[in-house]
């Protein structure tokens, strides 16, 4: 008799613990789901802001050339002068770190 009283407490137990299970997994797929539904608008949100930014990137790009073409003395003495700033700083931070 124990034996049998034993084996349906085991079996009762048994059947509550895959009760859980699937009660788990019907969850855990609700989540998976939904993080799923989150990664993909936030996906699609960035596709957007960096196709927005790369656009307005060839645009400042177009911008700067045709400044370039323009005016090729002001954009020669921008460099000369970027190129003495680069050359300054390196001295200046060899200095430094002597």
């Known amino acids: 008799m124990a034996d049998a009283s034993l084996d349906k407490d085991i079996n009762a137990q048994i059947d509550e613990l895959r009760s859980q299970i699937d009660k788990l997994s019907t969850e855990l797929a609700k989540r998976i789901d939904s993080a799923s539904e989150r990664a993909d608008e936030a996906l699609s949100s960035a596709r957007t802001?960096?196709?927005?930014?790369?656009?307005?990137?060839?645009?400042?790009?177009?911008?700067?050339?045709?400044?370039?073409?323009?005016?090729?003395?002001?954009?020669?003495?921008?460099?000369?002068?970027?190129?003495?700033?680069?050359?300054?700083?390196?001295?200046?931070?060899?200095?430094?770190?002597?």
Do not use: C, Y
């Not at 927005?52 to 460099?79: C, K, Y």
């Open 49 to 98: 802001k960096v196709a927005s930014i790369a656009d307005h990137a060839r645009s400042e790009g177009r911008n700067v050339v045709q400044a370039a073409r323009e005016n090729p003395t002001a954009t020669g003495s921008v460099l000369v002068v970027t190129a003495l700033l680069g050359v300054f700083a390196g001295l200046l931070l060899g200095k430094l770190s002597d």
